[in-house]
């Protein structure tokens, strides 16, 4: 078993906290006004995102959503998303993928995340 203390990793952007040949756990955290898009979705991998903290605008293939802490939503594969903080706080969130959808090296800089679809730049 592998534990893992989300409320201990939300200081960080992006950051892949574990990866199986199967499934991969990832962490977030935005800013308010932060945003994401993805436009073709991840071709191969299923999202499972639950909201740990805070309120983001999730919008899945035109619908949108507001969620809040505790909230979860099933992203399927090569379904196009977008989602933006909303409220004066920052939003951690978590995704679950199955299969992986980033390389289990792959830590990304805080400016190499532009490239990744982040809407803005943050500290």
Same mark, same amino acid.
């Given at each position: 078993?592998?534990?893992?203390?989300?409320h201990?990793?939300? #200081?960080?952007?992006?950051? /892949?906290?574990?990866? +199986?040949?199967r499934t991969?756990? &990832?962490?977030?955290?935005? %800013?308010?006004?932060?945003?994401?898009?993805?436009?073709?979705?991840?071709?191969?991998?299923?999202?499972v995102?639950?909201?740990?903290?805070?309120?983001i605008?999730?919008?899945?293939?035109?619908?949108?959503?507001?969620?809040r802490? #505790?909230?979860?939503a099933i /992203?399927?594969?090569? +379904?196009?998303?977008?989602?933006? &903080?909303?409220g004066r706080? %920052?939003?951690?969130?978590?995704?679950?993928?199955?299969p992986p959808?980033y390389?289990?090296?792959e830590?990304?800089?805080?400016?190499?995340?532009?490239?990744?679809?982040?809407?803005?730049?943050?500290?």
């Amino acid at each position: 078993m592998i534990h893992i203390d989300i409320h201990q990793e939300k #200081g960080a952007r992006r950051k /892949i906290l574990h990866t +199986t040949d199967r499934t991969q756990l &990832v962490t977030y955290t935005l %800013p308010p006004g932060g945003m994401y898009y993805e436009e073709e979705g991840f071709v191969s991998s299923d999202q499972v995102l639950y909201v740990v903290e805070g309120r983001i605008e999730l919008e899945v293939q035109g619908e949108k959503r507001e969620m809040r802490a #505790g909230e979860v939503a099933i /992203i399927p594969a090569a +379904t196009s998303y977008r989602y933006r &903080v909303v409220g004066r706080r %920052p939003t951690t969130f978590f995704s679950v993928f199955g299969p992986p959808a980033y390389p289990a090296e792959e830590r990304p800089s805080l400016h190499e995340s532009a490239s990744y679809g982040l809407g803005r730049e943050y500290d």
